[in-house]
Nanobody
């Protein structure tokens, strides 16, 4: 089992920045590709970004490319999402997820095996 706990969410003005963290415990963190998803009120959960087990490769949704950066620290068992130039439409609950099987360019919910509880990000205009 893998336990994931997100933190770092909050209220920020449009154009501002936030860094989300996702701490993992349980099985070896470095064995898993990791992803971030988000879910806005009344909408389906959508892919944001993912990162390979080594951290050497990343993949982004078009809506966040060039504004968000995913990274990981395997020594700290933590994955991060640095969010910049935030927009009101980025408002959502953000979830991190872990994937057991090979591959990191995965943007579907069913492709991930473990999920955190989420952290709220609210961007005011």
């Amino acid at each position: 089992q893998v336990q994931l706990v997100e933190s770092g969410g909050g209220l920020v003005q449009a154009g501002g920045s936030l860094r989300l963290s996702c701490a993992s415990s349980g099985r070896t963190f470095s064995n898993y590709a990791m992803g971030w998803f988000r879910q806005a009120p009344g909408k389906e959960r959508e892919f944001v970004a993912s990162i390979s087990w080594s951290g050497g490769s990343t993949y982004y949704a078009d809506s966040v490319k060039d504004r968000f950066t995913i990274s990981r620290d395997n020594a700290e068992n933590t994955v991060y999402l640095q969010m910049s130039s935030l927009k009101p439409e980025d408002t959502a609950v953000y979830f991190c997820a872990a994937r057991r099987n090979p591959g990191y360019r995965k943007d579907r919910i069913y492709e991930y095996d473990y999920w955190g509880q989420g952290t709220q990000v609210t961007v005011s205009s």
